[in-house]
């Protein structure tokens, strides 16, 4: 397949890259900044605002104007053997493309658009991984697809309530059967039950839900509550509102900690899927799990996550008496990152911008990795610091102080009896 700055493939009469004003927006092949060490894949296909138009869409509510630029993923893919952008860089890695956090690429808005971009990666051996509720365009991507990861949103049990809530998005039986047309090409699948939200889904239908991924054999659950906030709460359109419904609009009002009745919701599904004995997930869990583990395995290229990090404390048998250094945390990390400089600031910047108003007049994006994971150690306010799971924190002394290695950067320690979550973790 030529790439010459525009889109040749079976499905070019779907797309004109003409298209004027359209196209100026500018959503498209980009590095997912807010996935470090959250998930190990860090390029992502972002598309036009998702026609799903599910009520609480973070990326829909942050970003309502969103639209997709196919110039710019086909620029990138035609360059990527000179480009000296970090895209470029991940490309030339060899590391798969996410379609997508922020869209579906199967929901109307985006399925004409994705099959060519997806046929072109394909091309070029450039590996997909897809996140969706299905829609259109599934069967023909199946057509040329090698075997995949693919990670399906299904937080309902009962259709009708689906249809309330997310009018406009696929229905369950839908997804149901995506689900099963996945695993019998040989692909891997994650459910996730993401957002979980009680009035719409209770625990008996979670348990049904779970005990029906089990049975199908579905790889792994990702668990996540929903959060809001002020800001999307104040780009939420009215009827959006109301598809939620006041009951779940209070419950989830935006605060810097979960209310109880929805933390023990939380904990109760995450229950279901220890006892059914599918591997599940939620961020910054302390448990060993072995969820995402066949979804990674079909892609050679990726990044380890704080999960690998918190499996590998369990797997060595860690306890608080030991004294975990900065050294070890790298070692673990290292093989997997290239040496150098490289304009990988952001990942700091985007999910914890304290950190960088902290250092006006100082910061730079250009830095080594090994710079990088410096900050994600000592610095709690980074997401991914090992200490806001719950069985990893810094060894203090008696003044609380955090001890230092001979470096000056903190000790930790890991308490596995505290691995699960309380209150005071979400």
């Keep these: 397949m030529t790439l010459m700055g525009e889109i040749i493939s079976n499905y070019e009469n779907y797309i004109n890259l003409e298209g004027g004003d359209f196209f100026d927006m500018g959503d498209g092949l980009r590095v997912n900044w807010g996935a470090f060490q959250k998930v190990p894949f860090p390029l992502e ?14 990326s829909n509510l ?13 620029s990138l893919l035609a360059n990527r053997r000179k480009s000296k952008t970090l895209e470029g860089e991940y490309l030339r890695a060899g590391f798969p493309v996410v379609a997508s956090n922020h869209v579906d690429p199967f929901a109307d808005s985006n399925w004409r658009f994705f099959l060519p971009i997806a046929e072109t990666l394909t091309e070029l051996g450039i590996p ?3 996140q969706t509720r299905g829609g259109k365009g599934i069967d023909e991507i199946m057509k040329f697809l090698p075997q995949s990861g693919w990670y399906v949103t299904l937080n309902y049990w009962d259709d009708n309530i689906r249809a309330k809530v997310e009018p406009s998005a696929t229905s369950i039986p839908h997804r149901w059967d995506l689900i099963e047309k996945i695993i019998a090409r040989g692909d891997k699948v994650i459910i996730g039950i993401n957002p979980a939200i009680p009035e719409f889904l209770s625990l008996e239908h979670a ?7 089990y049975n199908l054999g579905v790889s792994g659950l990702w ?8 800001q999307q709460l104040r780009n939420m359109k009215l009827q959006w509102k109301r598809q939620l419904g006041a009951k779940t609009l209070r419950l989830h009002k935006p ?5 109880t009745p929805l933390f023990d919701y939380f904990m109760k599904i995450r229950a279901i899927a220890e006892e059914v004995g599918i591997p599940y997930y939620s961020d910054s869990q302390g448990n060993f799990t072995k969820f995402g583990q066949d979804v990674n395995a079909i892609y050679p290229k990726k990044f380890p996550t704080l999960q690998d990090w918190v499996n590998h404390a369990h797997t060595q048998e860690w306890d608080s008496e030991k004294l975990i250094t900065f050294d070890e945390y790298w070692d673990f990390f290292s093989p997997h990152y290239p040496d150098g400089i490289h304009n990988i600031g952001n990942y700091i910047c985007t999910t914890a911008n304290e950190i960088y108003r902290s250092y006006q007049g100082k910061w730079t994006n250009w830095m080594s990795y090994k710079d990088l994971l410096k ?12 200490a806001n799971t719950p069985p990893f924190a810094y060894h203090l002394d008696e003044q609380g102080n955090k001890i230092l290695d001979d470096a000056g950067l903190p000790l930790m320690g890991f308490w596995k009896e505290y691995q699960d979550f309380t209150l005071e973790d979400i």
């Design 255 to 259: 605060s810097k900690k979960l209310a």
């Design 207 to 213: 348990q049904k839900l779970i005990e029906k991924a």
């Design 62 to 74: 942050n970003k309502p104007e969103r639209k997709f630029d196919p110039k710019q993923v086909m």
């Design 45 to 58: 296909l972002s598309m036009n605002f998702c026609s799903h138009q599910c009520p609480y869409c973070f």
């Design 375 to 386: 900050f994600c150690w000592s610095n709690p306010l980074v997401h991914t610091n090992p």
């Design 223 to 230: 668990i996540e509550t929903l959060h809001f906030s002020r």
């Design 128 to 130: 997909i991984v897809l």
